[in-house]
């Protein structure tokens, strides 16, 4: 499977982006999806994560209403709105996808290449 992130950009404080993850191959309902980001020099911080079949998500307390993960299996696709940004929030954003394991965790195998995200005024 190979992730090509997108949708990065510069935003004001209180602004809205939306991020999307594209997939290639044929397997892609058969993953669950994850968020990611990282600012450099720390590491890299779980942001949210997808079922299968987007039934179930599950988001970082710090990102919790503000966020929100929506995949469209028939587009490989999966998406990360942004709302109400705030400058704690820029980081670079990578996606991954892996198989679900016990708990509904997610075993990222695969990561895309991130997308900036710069939040400021």
């Known amino acids: 499977v190979q992730l090509q992130a997108s949708g990065g950009g510069l935003v004001q404080p209180g602004g809205s982006l939306r991020l999307s993850c594209a997939a290639s191959?044929?397997?892609?309902?058969?993953?669950?999806m994850g968020w990611f980001r990282q600012v450099p020099g720390k590491e890299r911080e779980f942001v949210t994560r997808?079922?299968?079949?987007?039934?179930?998500?599950y988001y970082a307390d710090s990102v919790k209403g503000r966020f929100t993960t929506t995949r469209d299996n028939a587009k490989n696709t999966v998406y990360l709105q942004m709302n109400s940004l705030k400058p704690e929030d820029t980081a670079v954003y990578y996606c991954?996808?892996?198989?679900?394991?016990?708990?509904?965790?997610?075993?990222?195998?695969?990561w895309g290449q991130g997308t900036l995200v710069t939040v400021s005024s």
């Open positions: 991954a996808a892996g198989p679900v394991i016990a708990g509904g965790l997610i075993s990222y195998d695969y």
């Open positions: 191959g044929r397997t892609f309902s058969s993953y669950g």
């Open positions: 997808i079922s299968r079949n987007g039934g179930i998500t």
